[in-house]
């Protein structure tokens, strides 16, 4: 850091208006687990007053990057970079979350081949249930426990929509539907449903099959170095062609508007940050499309939007999805606590199941109290987190943006 350079978070007036929206500290009350109180250790560690010892730095480690407290800020303090500057000081000195995660989110999760195969062993081997039956031994260790308790149920997706969609213009706008990683696994109907509903926005839709991963979960995980190198693949990846780029997700929608501050200023953060620009979250390209959507006449339903906090806090996207939700013929219910983190924060379960698992629950009562027959999400790591926590027969319907209206499109 030069001598002219204001110390990290110098913006932070301590005014406290983050506490209420930062999960951890909603969860624990503890001034070092706030936005202000990670500022201050932020900038210990980069002045060399604090050793970057593993005790040190669970604070940054615990925070889920939600940037809840962006959102509310009066002084717009850049926490993001703050926080991903510290975690890339930490990762620099050998330091990692969870090695846990990191190997699950570098050798699996990103990985779409071994994943797909990891998937129909889970699924087979009815690998979750023996997971809910271990969570209730004693023998095992608290936090596996945890671990054990958030196993997901991976339902295998599909999509069949009815409607008849019309042929793109010869001279319609192209959109690149960016498949990435564990989304076009997880969720091959929500992608195929996207493909569906931009089609019938007026888009020639590109499916992207390489690279394979944007490199969002590494940056999550605190992996800069993975992260980095993905983001390189992206920039080459899209180095030609023009046109707007429609990632699967919410979190890698706003880890690609945020490319360019992986890199050092120069020649790779200037194509990230042209790349940046050509990132559209599906329900915003759905609304500037050429044509206007059309969905079938019925009565209204009961309707509550998960916010993703990559959506409402990374990228400022709100009212785009409750539009198209209204348009769908949603009776919109809106939860308590919509600015809070679900816990899921990509790979965030992996390294903190307990704390992720109260944030989940946290989330699934406020929304189950809207009394909506339906819950919609546009963040498949929000599903994921969700569904672990989710009441059995006679619940709301748990699904993803895309794929409830594309079922409603009109032919």
Known sequence: MSAASPPAGSECIHCGFCLETCPTY????????????????????????????????????????????????????AYGSILGGARARAAGEGHARSRLEQF???????????????????????????????????GLPG???????????????????????????????????????????????????MGVLLRAAGYRVEPVDEPECCGALAHHAGDVSAARHA???????????????????????????????????????NEA??????????????????????????????????????????????????????????????????EICCGSAGSYHLAFPAAAALLGRRKRDALLATGARVVVTANPGCWVQLRAQWPGEGAPELVSLARFLADRLAG
């Open 143 to 193: 936090a596996w426990r945890a671990r054990a308790r958030l196993a997901p149920a991976l339902e295998t997706e599909r999509f069949v929509n009815a409607a008849p969609v019309p042929a793109a213009e010869v001279a319609a706008p192209r959109v690149r539907l960016f498949r990435g990683c564990a989304a076009r696994v997880l969720f091959p109907g929500t992608e195929e449903a």
């Open 26 to 77: 909603l969860l624990t009350g503890r001034e070092e687990e706030s936005p202000r109180g990670r500022i201050l250790l932020a900038r210990a560690i980069e002045t060399g007053r604090l050793a970057g010892t593993r005790g040190a730095l669970a604070p940054l480690d615990h925070c889920l990057g939600c940037l809840a407290c962006e959102t509310a800020c009066p002084s717009g303090v």
């Open 104 to 138: 699950l989110v570098r050798h699996l999760l990103t990985r779409p081949r071994r994943l797909r195969v990891a998937v129909w062993l889970y699924r087979r081997l009815r690998i979750r249930e023996g997971l809910r039956l271990a969570a209730r031994s004693p």
């Open 273 to 338: 940050a042209a790349l940046g620009a050509r990132i559209r979250d599906l329900s915003e390209a759905l609304l500037a499309g050429p044509r206007a959507l059309r969905f079938r006449a019925g009565s209204a339903l009961p309707v509550v939007f998960q916010d993703p906090c990559h959506l409402r806090h990374a990228q400022g996207i709100t009212d785009p999805p409750r539009r198209l939700l209204l348009a769908a013929g949603a009776d919109l219910r809106e939860p308590e606590e919509a």
């Open 231 to 269: 983001g390189r693949k992206v920039l080459s990846g899209f180095a030609s062609g023009d046109g707007w780029i429609v990632p699967p997700a919410a979190g890698c929608g706003a880890h690609l508007r945020g490319l360019s501050a992986l890199f050092p200023p120069g020649e790779d953060s």
